[in-house]
């Protein structure tokens, strides 16, 4: 099973709101992603959490908070969005510990800001 | 900085025939390489990778990618196309060397178009 959950599938939200998104894996891999895909365009990575511990943050605004609260799950919270950030947001996740390993992603949640 | 080029935004092929989707890739050190297929609406799914080893990598769906150092190319193939195909396809790098979590830098995409 190579499964990667995310809820929810379709976000709408305000400039002032806040709101959190969801990754879910049980596939006991300790490496979770998080990438924003602008529409037409491929994927950028966000942020890189490392059992359990944030290793790469992609110069992303502090309105994205990264969380990892244990080992298969993620979130992403967000705060005083921009429309700019309207977007598809996917999360992928994969073993660590070979040389180079596949990352597996979800369905992505696709969040509108107005 | 690790970077892959795919040069077609689209390629056409007729159901039944061979098809070639490109892709060229610009490294410092090992190449480590992805192809992901992206259908409407849904996330990635993973096709192949090319570690180290033979040129010739097969992966899911009957689709396979030839490694050329030369090239620098990493093209992906199927020998007879399938309406069902038809979706966007990335190539893609890993972004710093071989151990630990890393992220992947894609290619811009090209839509394969399988026409009945």
């Known amino acids: 099973d190579t499964e990667v959950t995310q809820t929810p599938k379709h976000l709408v939200m305000g400039m002032t709101n806040k709101k959190s998104l969801k990754c879910e894996q049980h596939?006991?891999?300790?490496?979770m992603y998080w990438y924003k895909q602008k529409a037409k365009k491929p994927p950028e990575l966000m942020f890189v959490?490392?059992?359990?511990?944030?290793?790469i943050n992609e110069s992303v605004p502090s309105r994205f908070s990264p969380e990892c609260p244990n080992s298969s799950l993620l979130n992403l919270h967000l705060h005083a969005l921009q429309p700019e950030d309207s977007a598809l947001y996917l999360c992928?996740?994969?073993?660590?510990?070979?040389?180079?390993?596949?990352?597996?992603f979800g369905p992505g949640t696709r969040l509108l800001v107005l | 900085a690790q970077s892959v080029a795919q040069p077609e935004d689209q390629v056409n092929v007729a159901e039944g025939n061979p098809l070639t989707v490109k892709c060229t890739y610009s490294?410092?050190?090992?190449?480590?390489l992805f192809w992901y297929v992206q259908y409407p609406n849904r996330g990635l799914q993973f096709l192949l990778k090319?570690?180290?080893?033979?040129?010739l990598v097969k992966g899911s769906y009957g689709f396979e990618a030839e490694f050329n150092k030369s090239q620098t190319s990493f093209h992906l193939k199927k020998p007879s196309a399938l309406v069902s195909d038809s979706a966007l396809y990335f190539c893609?790098?890993?972004?710093?060397?071989?151990?630990?979590?890393?992220?992947?830098?894609f290619g811009k995409g090209t839509h394969l178009i399988i026409q009945p």
């Open positions: 893609a790098v890993r972004d710093r060397g071989g151990g630990g979590a890393d992220g992947l830098t």
């Open positions: 992928a996740s994969s073993r660590l510990g070979g040389l180079v390993e596949t990352q597996y």
């Open positions: 596939m006991g891999h300790r490496a």
């Open positions: 959490y490392s059992y359990e511990k944030l290793s």
């Open positions: 090319y570690i180290t080893g033979d040129n």
């Open positions: 490294v410092s050190g090992n190449p480590y």
